[in-house]
């Protein structure tokens, strides 16, 4: 019997082995998955050449399809080299946009606060100036900020900068350390976390950003700006993201009261409203008061009396008793609870990003295949990572002291940093403290009892 061509079906042929039957299969997974998928920039070519090629290998054979599987794999190979590695990397804002220097906002920058600093938040602070409409005296010990010069490549960006009047470097004292007490604020007069907040006092600033110690942060704020008429305790807000991406929810107190009274949450209630709606354009906001139960006759001591003050506020729209399961549904705008609970909350949301990144990695499929679908997931799978990654967040407002203040977490890093004067300069551009103003201006007996 003669033997059967090269080129015969089933003897060697490249239609049955080699790249040309790994396209083949690539091909029909996309179309299977062709509704769930979202291709992007280069995506996109490699599944238009990668169909083309899969036509290409039913009619043709021998080198044709060999040089046609290489062409696919050439544009396929930056895909899929490790996507989820370079989803973690995190993704910061984006340059080339034009800023008017006349609508920039000066923003008082504590340069030691922080596990990191003054490094990161320098470096932050340089990366914001390109990104937002904002100006940044940097308050830091000058021995420490030429320490990070001479160790980095800063030295010239911040040169830039300085020369452009976009960041303005404050000498300051001994700052105030991670662990010491709140109240040594109170002794170290000339520490970078009081020099900023000063600044802001005297209408240098609009607005102050810290990433330092919270509780010397939040006593620093209320001895140098003040507490507002009617607010007997300050109260740490944190936006958390929502089913709807276009949505968040103000959570407060996040941790700067471990016990509060009723009246407290009362308060807070009426201070996450004006925020919600002069900055983040709620027009009407939901305020929710997180409990075990929709029901008003449930919940501890706290809940049970802090409800009808809330029933009864006739300045606010009381949604009713929010579930934990509740928080991030868009149901609410603003959820109020004690610091205690608010912080533990809060705490539990920042790990879910990286615990549901782990998650998809181990999930994903071993080998070639599951690269390449990670690839054609990239643009979803990064924009659930910025949802939830608190570094995109930033900071958290502390509502209640008489100017704007931002508290930034102790691992805060540039991206961080970024976020959190983006904050800032929302909160100062919206005229929210005017507003603020005005309610503690009016504030009734039962608002301001304790």
Avoid at 130 to 142: D, G, H, I, M, Y
Avoid at 226 to 248: M, S
């Amino acid at each position: 019997m003669p033997p059967k061509p090269a080129d015969a079906p089933g003897h060697g042929s490249p239609n049955r082995r080699g790249r040309p039957k790994a396209i083949r299969r690539l091909v029909i997974w996309y179309r299977r998955n062709t509704a769930v998928t979202s291709l992007v920039g280069t995506a996109n070519a490699a599944g238009s050449m990668a169909g083309s090629v899969a036509g290409s290998v039913v009619t043709t054979a021998g080198t044709a399809a060999g040089a046609a599987g290489a062409a696919a794999n050439t544009v396929l190979q930056p895909l899929v080299f490790d996507p989820l590695r370079r989803l973690q990397q995190g993704m910061g804002g984006s340059d080339g946009e034009d800023i008017d220097d006349s609508q920039r906002l000066w923003v008082a920058v504590d340069g030691m606060g922080g596990d990191y600093a003054p490094g990161p938040i320098l470096e932050g602070c340089l990366r914001a100036v390109r990104l937002l409409p904002v100006r940044v005296k940097f308050v830091a010990e000058s021995t420490a900020v030429e320490a990070v010069l001479a160790d980095s490549a800063l030295a010239e960006t911040l040169k830039a900068a300085q020369e452009e009047g976009l960041i303005e470097l404050v000498p300051s004292g001994e700052s105030v350390g991670m662990n010491e007490e709140a109240t040594v604020v109170r002794k170290k007069r000339d520490a970078s976390i009081n020099m900023a907040m000063d600044l802001v006092k005297e209408g240098q600033a609009m607005a102050v950003y810290s990433a330092g110690n919270s509780g010397a942060v939040m006593a620093s704020a209320i001895f140098r700006l003040g507490r507002l008429k009617g607010i007997d305790r300050p109260a740490i807000g944190a936006l958390f993201p929502t089913k709807d991406p276009e949505q968040q929810v103000l959570v407060l107190d996040v941790g700067a009261n471990m016990d509060a009274k009723p009246a407290y949450l009362h308060q807070w209630a009426l201070l996450g409203n004006i925020y919600s709606r002069d900055v983040l354009q709620v027009k009407q906001p939901r305020i929710g008061l997180l409990n075990i139960g929709e029901e008003e006759c449930k919940g501890n001591d706290q809940a049970l009396k802090t409800h009808p003050l809330l029933a009864a506020e006739t300045r606010l729209h009381f949604a009713g008793n929010c579930e934990g399961r509740d928080v991030l549904s868009g149901d609410f705008d603003v959820v109020v609870c004690d610091g205690f609970t608010g912080n533990v909350l809060l705490k539990f949301l920042e790990s879910v990003g990286s615990v549901l990144l782990d998650v998809l990695k181990a999930e994903l499929p071993r080998g070639r295949r599951g690269k390449v679908g990670s690839a054609f997931l990239m643009s979803n799978l990064r924009r659930i990572k910025k949802r939830l990654d608190h570094a995109e967040h930033g900071g958290a407002l502390l509502l209640g002291v008489n100017g704007v203040c931002v508290i930034g977490h102790g691992s805060s890093k540039a991206l961080s940093v970024v976020s959190a004067l983006r904050i800032a300069h929302s909160a100062a551009n919206h005229g929210v403290m005017d507003d603020l103003q005005q309610l503690s201006e009016s504030a009734s007996p039962a608002v301001a009892c304790g």
